[in-house]
């Protein structure tokens, strides 16, 4: 069969395509449209799965929608009329923005794909997240916990998972919190009272927390209260996202917490405002934590499972996700790459195929690289005609080259095969730079991301060497395959992994399997031949505000236009050591990046 999976309308859309029960392909449709988080209908994504497998929309079997468009109409109805008349102004707004094409949802994957009505399916909002979770994890039986900002009523989830030896697949999510009670909203209402934006910048709020004392502990449980049955209810005097769109926070929030930032405000945390916005992160997070920390444990002694798979937005909080591994009684947490929406286009085709069409379960490759590979021949070709120097070398000269120059401080883009599925770069579409100096992090949130100081870089490291460096729980090498947890660096290294340690002592470690990603992975191991650290600085391939790059030409211009010294995709290594013309268009001051739109014009 052959399965298209689409998620759309809210933020970061994304289609997968999964053929005979295997991914075959995922892009998210800001990797192709290059606008961050694009919530559109995915139509670049669609097109580039349909055009990568060989496919025409006629021969699909089946394209679901990764939730039920109608059911979701029906709780912003439901929610504006119950907070009525608070939400008179927000009214009107609310079915303005859910009509047309995000209720019927069938009638437009129609008219763009030109399937027939009846092959258009829907799932869960949380049984896709679960999905994705589950169905793409190497376990054959776990626990399933999901939690996000809202689906269609249901913000978090908790149930199981079962892959049958005779072949059968099931999912089953016993019980849920609704909507307006949401952990996700509650991290997302800080996020905007921080000045950072909602559903982009909750990782900022993460990051801010190791900075802070979590000394508003009392004040943060004030407006979540815990249940007897372990659950937790949002107070709703302190929230306005159920009666309005404009804003997420009461004033009484702002009477508990003090004046928010104002989002061009800069944090300078040495003053009495940026302690503040740091103690406010830090409790906030410490709640979040602590609440999942309880419903894992639960879920844990109620399943009797070793297994936890863990999907949705929140997800992506890989503080929490450690202090669950930890705490919580489970022996592995699986995180996919893209947890959040993206993901859920996977996880939709996925669940049809299993649950709906009850085909045989497969073993999912387990990789994020599902995206579209860069083309080595064109970034040689873009560089050439911009007169930098190109060089086209073999695999061991080209990685022995790369590893001095990282031993040297320089900077590298680094594209490889085909781009990953979900926000974090992994590998194939990264910076790479020494970890040792906290002089590197500066430059890079200075001259290269251009983004906040207080923004930490993630490690890379090999799993052979993952435990000398780092302080890792049993399992904490799974939970890292695809970034997704925050562990101690060990003491005596952190002076020597400045560029990569947090103000905490702990970074978002990555920890690479040879088989996941060999190139990386021989790359590490000749830099620690060099410095006896095999470990680098990653970090996403992009600046500040953009997408991450998929195609030879974002990453060219991702390098031109900041301090990234060497870019390298498959065996083209490109290098700012300009000669001829363009040395002396450098000498005289006429050199732009400009030069790189016209020369690839037309």
Known sequence: MKILGISAHYHDSAAALVVDGMPVCAVQEERLSRRKND??????AVEWCLEHSGLEPAEL????FYERSMLKFERVLTSTLRAFPQSWRAFPHAIKNTLGEKVWVRGIVASHLGVPRDRILFTDHHASHAAAAFLTAPTRRAAILTADGVGEWATLTAGSGERRTDGGTTIRLRREIRFPHSLGLLYSTFTAYLGFKVNEDEYKVMGLAAYGVPTMLDLVRKIVRRRADGSFALVPEYFEFQTTAAASYSSKFVDLFGPPRGPYDPIVLDSPDGRRFADCAASVQRVVEDILVDIASRLRRETGLSDLCFGGGVALNGVANARILAEAGFDR??????????????????YADRIYFKNPDRDVPDHPFWGPAVDADHLARVAREDSQAVEELDEAPLLERIADELAADRIVGWMDGACEFGPRALGHRSILAAPHAPKMRDRLNRDIKRREEFRPFAPVVTREAADRFFDLPPGGARLARYMSGVFPVRPEWRARLGAVTHIDGSARVQILDRDMEPRLHALLEMYGRRTGIPVLLNTSLNVAGEPIATRALEGYMTYRRCGIDILVAGRTLVSKRATGAAESLKESGAWSSNSVAASTAG
């Open 61 to 64: 079997d089946a394209v679901v």
């Open 333 to 350: 947490v699986f995180v996919p790459s893209a947890p959040g929406d993206a993901g859920c286009a996977l996880g939709a085709a996925l």
């Open 39 to 44: 919530a559109g209908f995915p139509v670049g």
